[in-house]
Antibody, heavy 122, light 108 residues
């Protein structure tokens, strides 16, 4: 069974940093592109970042570029999101989501974690 | 950036009725469009990928159609469990991958 379990969320002051983790199991992690998607309370979905399954190519939403870094540890089956210079508008539930197809850059998402809540407030 | 506009914002229907949800793209996305269902407190669930393919385990009352810039999600006969928020998402052009703003399907 595919499982994605996020951790690392919490309350953080503006300007500070936080790192989210997503522990993956039930599939061959290194074969899939991985993504972070966030959702503000009562609002819609915003794609944040992706990392490919090979070459570790990354891409970011303009709203987080230069502040957030996505990375992965294929030996530990963990996806990360390092968030720096956090702003109030980064407050959201952060989901990790798996690309649908192994070995291809097919980024719709059949599997999601339960989300990690990040609240940026003084 | 591909902007996805969903309509209506809210759709009020009764169980047993047919639901038709629309997603319009600001540029041609071919058939690289997906639909998701989200219930309160849950992560989104993939329903349809590549415009018309049902994801694993999705009942056949859900169907997707369209290509280019205009897409439709149809629920042929609403079940009580279908009342939720629905999002579309494109993957032809990234970054960024983009989502529509959602359609809330509520019980009339």
């Amino acid at each position: 069974e595919v499982q994605l379990v996020e951790s690392g969320g919490g309350l953080v002051q503006p300007g500070r940093s936080l790192r989210l983790s997503c522990a993956a199991s039930g599939f061959t992690f290194q074969d899939y592109g991985m993504n972070w998607v966030r959702q503000t309370p009562g609002k819609g979905l915003e794609w944040v970042a992706l990392i490919t399954w090979t070459t570790n190519r990354t891409a970011y939403a303009d709203s987080v570029k230069g502040r957030f870094t996505i990375s992965r540890d294929n030996a530990k089956n963990i996806l990360y999101l390092q968030m720096t210079a956090l702003r109030a508008e980064d407050t959201a539930l952060y989901y990790c989501a798996r690309g649908r197809v192994a070995g291809r850059q097919v980024y719709d998402f059949a599997y999601w974690g339960q989300g990690a809540l990040v609240t940026v407030s003084s | 950036e591909v902007v996805l506009t969903q309509s209506p914002g809210t759709l009020s229907l009764s169980p047993g009725e047919r639901a038709t949800l629309s997603c319009r793209a600001s540029q041609n996305v071919g058939t690289f469009l997906a639909w998701y269902q989200q219930k309160p407190g849950q992560a989104p669930r993939l329903l349809i990928y590549d415009a018309f393919n049902r994801a694993t385990g999705v009942p056949d009352r859900f169907s997707g159609s369209g290509s280019g810039t205009d897409f439709t999600l149809t629920i042929s006969s609403l079940e009580p469990d279908d009342f939720a928020v629905y999002f579309c998402q494109q993957r032809i052009t990234w970054p960024p991958i983009t989502f529509g703003q959602g359609t809330r399907l509520e019980i009339k």
